[in-house]
């Protein structure tokens, strides 16, 4: 392909620490999502001809925070957690990112999340950097009086970070509109007045936006649909399955149903369930409300995680958590189109795979963007105090995933990459024209 970049960094060439590239070599069976966000940030450097010094810049975090969080449980003991706010990159604006709470939560982990953040923001032509957060939990565990505990304690200890012009959080995995209020609450009583747009993802009554809560799945399905009309097919010709059944997927098989697709299968990290010709949304989602889990609902049959990765159907959207399509099960995907609801589900090596075997994949960076635009809109909506109309959120956010992804399949066809590339090639680009663009202080 053609070289699009030249290489006027000036200053910037004396960075020299350059992170190790081929970084999956190192772990050839188990790469973690930060070795993932490398490789795929390092194929765009040498594509657009980017120099060592500002790939240097572009693969480390500008700052990032690691916080001890003491919580004290309602049983009077005290545990301790681990806590991290990274900002990826702050260059076209504020850091945005969401706030996560799982047991797998890693300094690494969040990093390679906020990377992915600067790309996403910048392909979707957002004013923000990229930024993530997290705290090392299992929600499931903790009573709701003590989560909040966690959320304000880990909020003051990070409060130097954010605000709305510096960092805005959002809910992530295991979080919600709640934690979103508790952060927001506490930011707020410390600065001394009420400051809706330092999160977003908030419940409605304290200025949270309409369509904020199934954005992502939304864009998740818009850029399926897209996806589908470059092979002629629209929503009513596909089965689909969906790895994940949380904020982000049981929406996305919601819409997907509405749209007329056959929603074949759908897991969570308890198990997963299949009907061949398609499962009632409607009656898994109250199922699912009941119980807690997919699990036993009457009208289909189990299915595991693995399997339903590897199923019989046309569209696969992994929609649950990092590195679940490997080198090895990316041999026996039979889906033709996969569409990442879930940040970083493929790792480089299944990433080549599917490639070589002629599966389109619709990156994260831009499958899942809808989130965060519709984040931008209720940030937009609160720095004014004044609130649009679910029938405008919802048609600017079709606008831009759809200009998004024609820009990205643009790209693809004129470079003749995939669409992960293409996606990366937009994104990295616009990060690092805006470095060359404000020059380097001092
Ligand atoms: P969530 O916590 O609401 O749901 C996660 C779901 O995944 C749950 O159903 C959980 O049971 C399931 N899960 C967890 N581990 C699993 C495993 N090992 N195998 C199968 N299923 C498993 O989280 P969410 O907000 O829906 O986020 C899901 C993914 O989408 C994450 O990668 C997140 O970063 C990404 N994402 C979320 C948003 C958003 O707006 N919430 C935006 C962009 C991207």
Request: glycine share 10%; net charge negative; aromatic share 6%.
């Amino acid at each position: 392909m053609t070289t699009t970049e030249d290489s006027r960094t000036g200053t910037i060439e004396t960075i020299d620490a350059v992170p190790e590239i081929a970084p999956e070599a190192a772990h050839p069976s188990h790469p973690g999502p930060l070795e993932t966000a490398q490789v795929q940030l390092a194929r765009a450097v040498e594509q657009l001809g980017i120099d060592k010094g500002m790939h240097a810049m572009l693969a480390t975090p500008r700052r990032e925070m690691n916080v001890a969080i003491p919580l004290r449980r309602d049983d009077g003991s005290t545990e301790l957690f681990h806590g991290y706010r990274v900002q990826h990159n702050i260059t076209r604006g504020p850091g945005k990112g969401g706030l996560r709470y799982s047991p797998s939560v890693d300094i690494d982990e969040v990093r390679a999340l906020a990377m992915w953040m600067t790309w996403k923001c910048a392909i979707v032509e957002l004013p923000y950097g990229g930024a993530k957060g997290g705290v090392s939990i299992d929600p499931r565990h903790y009573s709701t009086g003590e989560l909040e505990r966690v959320t304000r304690r880990y909020t003051s200890e990070i409060m130097p970070m954010i605000g709305p012009e510096r960092d805005i959080m959002a809910p992530d995995v295991g979080t919600d509109d709640r934690t979103m209020a508790w952060i927001m609450d506490t930011y707020s009583v410390n600065k001394g007045y009420t400051i809706p747009a330092v999160v977003t993802g908030k419940p409605i009554d304290v200025g949270g936006s309409l369509g904020r809560a199934t954005a992502t799945s939304r864009g998740v399905v818009h850029s399926a649909r897209a996806a589908l009309r470059e092979i002629g097919q629209d929503l009513p010709d596909v089965s689909v399955a969906v790895q994940g059944f949380g904020k982000v997927g049981s929406h996305a098989s919601a819409f997907f149903a509405e749209g007329g697709a056959r929603v074949e299968a759908v897991s969570d990290q308890y198990g997963g369930v299949y009907r061949r010709g398609g499962l009632d949304l409607p009656r898994l989602l109250d199922h699912v409300h009941r119980t807690g889990s997919v699990v036993d609902f009457s009208e289909s049959e189990p299915i595991d995680n693995d399997a339903l990765l590897t199923l019989d159907v046309d569209v696969l959207v992994p929609a649950a958590v990092e590195g679940v399509l490997t080198g090895d099960n990316a041999e026996h995907v039979r889906a033709r189109l996969v569409v990442e609801g879930a940040n970083g589900p493929t790792t480089a090596a299944a990433d080549r795979v599917l490639t070589r075997r002629g599966v389109t994949i619709v990156p994260d960076i831009l499958a899942n963007a809808g989130g965060v635009v519709v984040s931008y809109f209720e940030w937009v909506q609160a720095q004014q105090a004044y609130w649009w109309t679910e029938a405008e959120i919802e048609q600017r956010l079709e606008q831009r995933m759809l200009q998004a992804y024609g820009s990205v399949a643009e790209m693809a066809r004129r470079e003749d990459v995939t669409l992960r590339d293409a996606a990366m090639l937009i994104g990295v680009k616009r990060v690092a024209t805006a470095h060359r663009t404000r020059g380097l202080y001092p």
